[in-house]
Each structure stands twice: as structure tokens, then as C-alpha cells.
């Protein structure tokens, strides 16, 4: 018999980083955005639209890091890192990473895209934290433009979720779930999972454009665990490093 598992929080944010580069690509920031995602002190940290590689930028940029760019962001702060590999183009690749302070046991990325051009992904890891006798896992999700793109893949999530997470074992999913209708949740609740803003203030977040948020962009889901003082990153100086303002919440084991 094993004995009680011990309360363990951490902390998660989740932010859209455009692949390093401003609104309408006019500047790469690479550097400082590694530098506000190091200020927010979260143990796990959800990307979307994070470089592999780019052949031409790295020619053009004169402070390109050497290393991928969810390796450069992680630095020595973050470990552990997974990327998940969701476009590739002749010039490079882009997709999800997920940062973590704890080990990453094992990952694997999904691809969830449906047709035409858009190429998406889930990236599934599976962590160990102290004290718990249950992994934790945690999806990196972003979602397509279009609804009924959406809803196909909300559905491969649950599906998912389903097939590879134990029903007990805590979850967090985060990421740009592109679901400016608000209609995510209808088919969320089905498996269970609640998003920590419409949990703890009764309605989501708004994060794009992250100079004047006025739609819903961004989530943070859970399952199996509680969420606290869930918060939408300030204005400065994320309004010049995204056009998604970044989301953190505390997340109670």
C-alpha cells in the first residue's frame, strides 16, 4: 500500500511565441522573450509556434542562437524539454514545445491536422514531480482556424486523452486553442477537463491581440487537480514580445 501522496503545487504558463519574431515578423525578440518567460518563475511552460529550424532566418538574423529555439529558451532554467514537430517547410519547421523543471519521462507528438494547408499538433508529456505516486501529464495543444477543424480535433484530444492517460492521474492542457466562438468546452466536458479561468472568475480569459485582448484565444485545462490564481501576463512587456498575451496558473496536486 503506498502512502498518501504529499500536496505539491507548481506552476504553468502558456504563450503563442509567433516563432522569436514581433507582429508581421518586423522584429526577432528571441532574446527577450527568453528573458520574460524567465521572469514569470513557472516550472512548466507551454509554447506554441516554436522554430526547429529556419535556413534563411539564420542567415539574416545576426543574434540567431545556435541551438533550436525551445533548446535556447530552456537554457539552464528548464532541463527537460520535448518539441513536438508540426510544419515543415523548405526553409525550416515550427511546432509545440512544453519546458519543464521536472523529469520528462517520455513524449510523443500528435498529429492532429485535417486538411489544406494548416498543420497542427498535440504534444503529450508525461512528468514526474516529487511526492506523487501518479505521473503528471501534460498536453501542448494548438488548435486550427477553422471550426469544424476545431471540432474534429478537440475530439482527437479527448480521444486521446481516453487512450493514454490514466483516469486518475493528474492533467493539465494548455496552449491557443484558436476557439474565438467559445465552443470548446462542449466538447471538453466530456472528458473531464475544466479551464482554471472560468473555474476561478467565471469566464475566460481574453488574450488576442495581446495589445487590446478581445477574444479568448488561450486556455488552461485541468483534470485531477485544482488551479489557483490563475492570471493574464501584463501588458508590458508582452504586448511587444507576442500578439498573445501569455497565461499562468498556479496548479494544486
Same mark, same amino acid.
Given at each position: ?7 505539491? /503545487?507548481? #506552476? ?6 509567433? #516563432? ?23 516550472? $512548466? ?7 526547429? /529550424? ?13 541551438? +533550436? ?6 537554457? !539552464?532554467?528548464? +532541463? @527537460?524539454?520535448?518539441?513536438?514537430? %508540426?510544419? $515543415?517547410?523548405? @526553409?525550416?519547421?515550427?511546432? %509545440?514545445?512544453?519546458? /519543464? #523543471? ?6 510523443? %507528438?500528435?498529429?492532429? /491536422? ?13 512528468? @514526474?514531480? +516529487? ?15 477553422? !471550426? ?7 475530439? @482527437?484530444?479527448? !480521444? ?32 473531464s477537463l475544466h479551464e482554471v479561468f472560468l473555474l476561478s472568475n467565471g469566464k475566460l480569459a481574453r488574450t488576442f491581440p495581446a495589445r487590446l485582448p ?20 501584463? %501588458? #508590458? ?8 498575451? +501569455? ?7
Amino acid at each position: 500500500m503506498h502512502p498518501p501522496d504529499l500536496p505539491f /503545487s507548481f #506552476k504553468v504558463m502558456t504563450v503563442n511565441i509567433h #516563432k522569436g519574431f514581433t507582429f508581421f515578423n518586423r522584429k526577432f525578440i528571441l532574446h527577450e522573450l527568453r528573458d520574460a518567460v524567465r521572469a514569470v518563475g513557472a516550472d $512548466v511552460v507551454f509554447l506554441q509556434e516554436v522554430l526547429g /529550424s529556419h535556413a534563411q532566418h539564420a542567415t539574416r538574423q545576426k543574434d540567431w542562437p545556435d541551438a +533550436p529555439h525551445y533548446e535556447f529558451l530552456a537554457d !539552464e532554467l528548464w +532541463p @527537460q524539454f520535448a518539441y513536438g514537430r %508540426n510544419a $515543415v517547410y523548405p @526553409q525550416g519547421e515550427h511546432g %509545440n514545445a512544453v519546458l /519543464s #523543471k521536472f523529469p520528462i519521462v517520455h513524449f510523443e %507528438n500528435h498529429d492532429v /491536422s485535417i486538411s489544406g494547408p494548416e498543420r497542427r499538433g498535440l504534444l503529450h508529456c508525461v512528468m @514526474q514531480v +516529487p511526492g506523487r505516486t501518479h505521473d503528471v501529464h501534460a498536453i501542448c495543444v494548438h488548435l486550427g482556424l477553422r !471550426e469544424s477543424h476545431r471540432r474534429q480535433q478537440l475530439q @482527437q484530444l479527448c !480521444e486521446m486523452v481516453a487512450r493514454e492517460v490514466p483516469p486518475d492521474a493528474p492533467l493539465v492542457v494548455a496552449g491557443d486553442f484558436n476557439d474565438w466562438r467559445r465552443q470548446a468546452h462542449r466538447v471538453l466536458d466530456t472528458c473531464s477537463l475544466h479551464e482554471v479561468f472560468l473555474l476561478s472568475n467565471g469566464k475566460l480569459a481574453r488574450t488576442f491581440p495581446a495589445r487590446l485582448p478581445l477574444l479568448a484565444l488561450d486556455r488552461i485545462y485541468v483534470r485531477n487537480a485544482a488551479a489557483h490564481v490563475p492570471v493574464v501576463m501584463p %501588458n #508590458k512587456p508582452w504586448s511587444h514580445l507576442s500578439d498573445h498575451a +501569455p497565461l499562468a496558473a498556479v496548479i494544486q496536486l
